[in-house]
């Protein structure tokens, strides 16, 4: 089952450096985590990533840039409801863009602590902490990812160890081959995409920000607590 990696910036994931390829078909690094180990395919930053901090390319290995990530994540339902940090994105490029069956995330887990490191090169600006109306419930978020890679038949899993924000089902480097999507409730999955789709809060260019103003939070909330509902209860309670 071919298994993509993807590489966040916690202050653990530099535990990432010693683990064998095996069993990751793909490496999806984020911002600067490429730096954790060097054979990552990809490395994918938005349009203000330093360019000092981008590095070179080695044989087979790509950037990735909002040309390529905002077309995959509108494709998916856009960022105002998928989540506008780059570990949402990383994992939707990668569920449009990749054959996988699974998809692992760790150092992805949105945990930042009050004080030392809160990235494994030290202090950073943490997405999630900012103000923004698509970061209102980041456990929602993760739950609508879990549940539309559900639907395309690939399984979402956390390497991670600790506290997180992502209701993602933990794994271990042996067993993340073998992971399956998890069952989930097609009737509220149902009801937060019409509920999106009748919003229409699509921002075709990506940058959602420019146009906050008329994102309605309250209605962002009720999709949030449908697809909460989608991946937190048993599907076969609708039967």
Known sequence: MPVTLILGSAPMATVARD???MPFDRVLAINNAHAIRPDWDELIYPHDF?????????????????????PAQNALGGFVYAGG?????????????HQSTVIAVFGCDMVYPRH?????YGQGTA???????TLR?????????????AMRGVA???????PSRLIFPRASQGSVAKARPLPFCPDFAAAALAAETALGYVVPSGRYWEEAERFDPAELDRIDALWLASATVPWQQTA
Do not use: C
């Open 127 to 133: 997405d999630p902490l900012r103000a923004d109306v």
């Open 137 to 149: 419930s980041l456990e929602a978020k993760s739950a609508r990812l879990l549940v539309i890679a």
């Open 156 to 162: 979402m899993v956390n390497l991670s160890a600790g």
């Open 116 to 120: 030392g490191k809160t990235h494994f």
């Open 50 to 70: 330093p360019v000092d901090r981008i590095p070179a390319l080695r044989p087979g290995q790509h950037h990735v840039t909002e040309t390529e990530f905002v």
């Open 19 to 21: 683990w064998p390829r």
């Open 85 to 97: 940090t780059m570990a949402f994105t990383a994992a939707y490029y990668a569920l449009f863009s």
